[in-house]
């Protein structure tokens, strides 16, 4: 039996309001949707979740509001086994929301109001560094106010910790300092090319646009890319790692949180990296059969299950 390290997960929580369309509207344009639904999600909470129920030891940090949103959304995630009492209760305010619009193809359009989120602040994150000191690997992106997230890198990264960032949604840069705390930067094709300003239409360009990141101080860029798989860059140079991709796609909300959770267990349980990156390309294809965020994320015995019946055929 593979001893567990601790997982923190700093980020967001939101209430998403999912609109299941045929097609995305044009500019303009008044369509109808096929079906409606109200699900937890966020990209922090939708992690924390993932790392709950892919078996990992995970406390979350975030904030909500003292309503019924803050309420389900707690519940879900004590569901799934995640530690929600350093969960900031912000009175007077209302807990983040999206509204999510899924296309029959799967594809997803995002806006978000960020609410409570807001108060997972820099503050917010110092009145918690006891948890984060407690930890062994640190998750964290950026739908919460970006002083905190840096603040909770430098910390993790001065007391040891393995960090990974997933830089969703992206800024137009990340301070050099801050790309030197990290262990895993995990952006899509989307966030690299808004990082870099590079082009990542092709493996050889997304392989440069990686090369960038690592010279200015990241130990491994693992680039999602879909139904393609990831791209691992680091020192020993670059390779793909692939997708498990003969399931039906339904739904692609969280499937990059649910990779980066699968990255964070996977490390905190001991597989090499490699197999890391197995077990979140298994979870994340799950969790695109399925329909709405936290609802589509497997059990740890689902994403296994896959994991050995594709290395058997
Ligand atoms: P989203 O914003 O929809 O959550 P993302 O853009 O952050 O996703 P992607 O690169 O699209 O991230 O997907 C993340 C991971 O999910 C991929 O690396 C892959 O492991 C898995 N995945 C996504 N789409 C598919 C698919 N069609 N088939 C199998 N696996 C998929
Ligand atoms: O990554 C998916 C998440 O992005 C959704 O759950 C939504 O809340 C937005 O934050």
Known sequence: MKSMKKIVVLGSSNMDLVFSVE????????IKSRGFHKVPGGKGANQACACGKLGGECTFLSAVGEDDSGKRLLESLEKAGVHTDKVLKKENDTTGMAAIMVAVSGDNSIVIVPGANQACDREYVESNMDVIEEADVVLTQFETPKEGVFKCIQEAKAAGKTVILNPAPAPDAI?????????????????????TGMPVETIEELEKASKVLLAMGVKNV??????RGALLSNVAG???????????????TAAGDTFNAGLAVGLAEGRCLEEAICLANAAAA???TRNGAQTSIPTKEEADELILKMRDK
Do not use: W
């Open 238 to 252: 670059s390779r793909i790692c692939p997708a498990f991709t003969h399931l039906k796609v339904v739904d692609t």
């Open 175 to 195: 301070p050099k300092e801050i790309l030197q705390g990290l262990d895993y930067l995990t952006p899509n094709e989307t966030e690299l090319n808004r990082l």
């Open 23 to 30: 097609e995305m509207p044009r500019t303009g344009e008044t």
């Open 286 to 288: 799950i969790s695109v």
């Open 222 to 227: 693992i680039v999602t890319l879909g139904k």
